[in-house]
């Protein structure tokens, strides 16, 4: 300065290497720390559906032998009655053909046989019998029909890929559903409109195809019972589309003109567990599992359009032949 004396500046300096590279390691650390948390959530996940994927094929596969099974034990008793009933038929028939021949030439029998033949109405019984066993053919032919369709949807001498009828199999899948397209003291009869087109044999897992036929026409039934309830829908229908592609793509689709979804639930529709049904009432994987079926087992694609309140579509594409 001015006066000639030394001037100091003080200056105090700190080594913050070591302090930044513990704050970089603490934030990788944290970073680390999160991937891994969302690495274990994503697994758990995985393996709750990995579960849940197993305990259904389980019990499908279980479903699948017990509804062969009492298939195989009520198909051998329905032959063999509908095979003798063939012959009963016969026999009544010559026996009434014998009455006639005795009336014809014995016009005056005793006493005692007279009164027997107005005891048991036998102008009645002669007519009436042979419709008795035409009713009794027609029962035995439509258990047959049934055991046909239980044997048909399960499938268990199918478990590997084979080319199979589609038709054949949404058709047992419609004749096990059955009881819940008829009328009911609350609503009409829910119709079934078949557009089929014509379809080559397609290589497939035919029972679990028919797995995805059932997940989805059990809910369009649930989504039509609802929309007679809420809107009082007179015509419920359900309508089942086949066709092929030009290159070789298998299109299924099941349309009903029932409640509808609205945007959110389409975008969760194949989630695991999502379900908008009471609880009790589902379980929230019928259509998870088809959608695995479809995509993983087949290559293929499920897809659902649908307009809140005017109905869903679901959309089944396979190709016709499996890599």
């Known amino acids: 300065d001015a006066e000639g004396k030394p001037q100091y500046l003080l200056a105090i300096t700190e080594d913050i290497t070591e302090r930044k590279q513990a704050e970089e390691a603490l934030r990788q650390s944290e970073q680390q720390l999160k991937q891994k948390a969302q690495e274990l959530e994503q697994t758990l996940a995985e393996l709750t559906r990995a579960q849940s994927q197993l305990i259904q094929s389980e019990k499908m596969s279980g479903l699948g032998q017990l509804v062969a099974g009492v298939a195989h034990e009520i198909n051998n008793p329905v032959n063999f009655i509908f095979g003798n009933l063939i012959h009963a038929k016969d026999y009544t028939q010559d026996l009434l053909s014998l009455v006639e021949l005795y009336q014809k030439h014995y016009p005056n029998p005793d006493p005692e046989i007279v009164d027997e033949i107005e005891a048991i109405d036998l102008n009645f019984l002669a007519e009436d019998l042979p419709k008795l066993f035409s009713s009794m053919k027609i029962g ?3 258990i047959q029909k049934i055991v046909l369709s239980l044997r048909n949807f399960s499938r268990m001498d199918e478990a590997d890929k084979k080319e ?5 199999g949404l058709d047992s899948t419609l004749m096990i559903l059955e009881h819940r397209l008829k009328a009911k003291p609350d609503r009409t009869t829910i119709e079934i409109i078949k557009d089929y087109g014509t379809l080559p044999l397609v290589e497939c897992y035919a029972g679990e195809l ?3 036929f059932m997940n989805i026409l059990a ?3 649930d989504a039509l019972e609802t929309s ?3 809107r009082n829908n007179q015509l419920p229908t359900i309508r089942i589309c086949t066709e092929i592609t030009d290159n070789n793509w298998v299109i299924i689709r099941i349309a009903d003109n029932g409640i509808g979804m609205t945007e959110i639930v389409q975008n969760r529709l194949f989630d695991p567990f999502f379900t908008t049904k009471p609880v009790g009432q589902g379980t929230g994987m019928g259509l998870s599992i088809s959608y695995q079926i479809v995509t993983e087992r087949h290559g293929g694609f499920l897809e659902c359009s649908s307009s809140l309140g005017k109905g869903s579509e679901f959309a089944i594409k396979i190709p016709h032949q499996q890599l």
């Not at 199979?164 to 054949?168: A, E, G, K, L």
């Open 140 to 142: 035995a032919e439509r």
């Open 164 to 168: 199979v009828n589609i038709h054949d």
């Open 210 to 212: 028919n797995q995805v």
């Open 219 to 221: 809910n369009a039934i």
């Open 228 to 230: 007679i309830v809420l």
